[in-house]
């Protein structure tokens, strides 16, 4: 079965990759996202093995475009999608979880 992807309307919705204060190893881990942020080409070899989005917009040019139109960072599908207000989120938070429990409990 084929499936195509529509963008038009989607929400954009970044995964973030974080080290916590006081981690074992954080040292190694902060030097992994340092690499992961700097090496555009080996993050496009990621994506083409995960099919995920990639944090720097140089790796898309490492991309066979096959594999880079069907990304959410890629331009053409950025431009289609909605970013979420992450800081009226964050101000909100507690209402939202509050109405969030409420729907669940119907």
Same mark, same amino acid.
């Given at each position: 079965m084929k499936l195509k992807v529509v963008w038009l309307g989607?929400?954009?919705?970044?995964?973030?990759?974080? $080290?916590?204060?006081?981690? @074992?190893?954080?040292?190694?881990?902060?030097?992994?996202?340092?690499?992961i942020a700097s090496h555009p080409?080996?993050?496009?070899?990621?994506?083409?093995? $995960?099919?995920?989005? $990639?944090?720097? @917009?140089?790796?898309?040019?490492?991309? @066979?475009s096959s594999i880079g139109s069907q990304l959410a960072d890629n331009p053409v599908n950025l431009k289609q999608l909605a970013t979420p207000n992450?800081?009226?989120?964050?101000?909100?938070?507690d209402e939202l979880n509050t109405a969030y429990e409420n729907f669940l409990r119907g």
């Open positions: 989607g929400a954009y919705e970044p995964s973030y990759w974080a $080290v916590l204060k006081g981690a @074992p190893n954080s040292g190694d881990a902060s030097k992994l996202l340092e690499f080409k080996s993050e496009a070899t990621w994506a083409e093995i $995960v099919h995920d989005s $990639v944090p720097n @917009p140089l790796a898309l040019t490492y991309l @066979p992450f800081l009226w989120y964050a101000n909100h938070s």
